[in-house]
């Protein structure tokens, strides 16, 4: 498997724009994970899907934020209107935990920068 | 909620020598102690974890150690090689499966050859 995919890689866009963070998980597994990653903040969960449904969005900043998973193997996290204060990397994550096994695996990230 | 905090942010060992990085967390239901490698412009892989019913475990080089009754967690690398070099997260979690896993602050271990 290839592993949990995003993209874009990296976006930089205008204040104000949407931004539209894409995820594919890996095939089989029925948890998928949005995590933010700055320097002030360390790494926080934002929300968290369990076969499709979300579960806790608990983290989600605020309204301009969204998630959402169609289908086993996509996700959406968007952000309308970006602010500079979003700027961060963001990871998708994903795992599969039968019996108790519970290793998340991590995307390449997202950076996102908007100016 | 759990709360971890993480120490040191940054440590700085000679190739060879050992580096310990120490966690400790809130929330006494936590039951599952995770400890991933960030190198840079990749995210976070596992490199080792324990439960709560276990007080240590090694895998080679690395080794975990857990202390229910203190609420902290420690890992350990021996023998640390240039390729160590790396951002390590301890996280702990108090569910099954791999949500609610709140993660400590980060140290930046460089190894100096």
């Known amino acids: 498997d290839a592993g949990v995919i995003q993209s874009p890689r990296h976006e930089v866009t205008e204040m104000g724009q949407e931004v539209t963070l894409r995820c594919k998980p890996i095939?089989?597994?029925?948890?998928l994970f949005w995590y933010r990653q700055t320097m002030m903040r360390g790494l926080e969960l934002l929300i968290y899907?369990?076969?499709?449904?979300?579960?806790?969005d608990s983290g989600m900043p605020e309204d301009r934020f969204s998630a959402k998973m169609p289908n086993a193997s996509f996700s959406t996290l968007k952000i309308q209107p970006s602010e500079p204060r979003d700027s961060a990397v963001y990871f998708c994550?994903?795992?599969?935990?039968?019996?108790?096994?519970?290793?998340?695996?991590f995307g390449q990230g997202t950076r996102l920068t908007v100016v | 909620g759990e709360n971890v905090e993480q120490h040191p942010s940054t440590l700085s060992v000679q190739e060879g020598d050992s580096a310990v990085i120490k966690c400790t967390y809130s929330?006494?239901?936590?039951?599952?102690f995770p400890w991933y490698k960030q190198e840079l412009g990749k995210g976070p892989q596992l490199i080792i974890d324990?439960?709560?019913?276990?007080g240590e475990k090694k895998d080679q080089r690395i080794a975990v150690t857990l202390n229910k009754t203190a609420k902290h967690f420690s890992l350990h690398i021996t023998e640390t090689q240039p390729e160590d070099s790396a951002v390590y997260f301890c996280?702990?979690?108090?569910?099954?499966?791999?949500?609610?896993?709140?993660f400590g602050q980060g140290t930046r271990l460089t190894i100096n050859p």
């Open positions: 324990i439960r709560s019913n276990v």
């Open positions: 996280a702990a979690s108090n569910g099954m499966g791999a949500q609610k896993l709140v």
């Open positions: 095939s089989g597994h029925n948890s």
């Open positions: 994550a994903s795992s599969n935990h039968p019996d108790g096994v519970r290793e998340a695996f």
């Open positions: 929330d006494s239901a936590s039951n599952y």
């Open positions: 899907f369990n076969n499709n449904v979300p579960i806790d």
